[in-house]
């Protein structure tokens, strides 16, 4: 069992920038790959980011050049560093562990709660 606690997000003008971060549990973290998801009042669930085991990554188009994920092993611990943002990156935004190294933008696993992302403009 995996258990992903999300935290970071919060209310920053356009432009700004966040730090989320997702505390995991599970003995081979190491092993899977992460990601993270958001979703926007009244849209579905998109995918935004996700590193595999050794630390490639990949984005969706729209946040290419201004996120960035990464993880601490050691730590158990998934980071998006998100830069320069935009009022349609508001959105509730979920840490996602696959358990599989292969990166992959739909199939996890498990789920965070969310935390709440607002950019105002």
């Known amino acids: 069992q995996v258990q992903l606690v999300e935290s970071g997000g919060g209310l920053v003008q356009a432009g700004g920038s966040l730090r989320l971060s997702c505390a995991a549990s599970?003995?081979?973290?190491?092993?899977?790959?992460m990601g993270w998801f958001r979703q926007a009042p009244g849209k579905e669930r998109e995918f935004v980011t996700a590193i595999n085991w050794s630390g490639s990554t990949t984005y969706a188009e729209s946040v290419k050049g201004r996120f960035t994920i990464s993880r601490d092993n050691a730590k158990k611990m998934v980071y998006l560093q998100m830069n320069s943002l935009k009022p349609e990156d508001t959105a509730i935004y979920y840490c996602?562990?696959?358990?599989?190294?292969?990166?992959?933008?739909?199939?996890?696993?498990?789920w965070g709660q969310g935390t709440q992302v607002t950019v105002s403009s």
């Open positions: 996602a562990a696959r358990t599989a190294p292969e990166i992959s933008t739909y199939l996890y696993d498990y």
């Open positions: 599970g003995r081979t973290f190491s092993n899977y790959a």
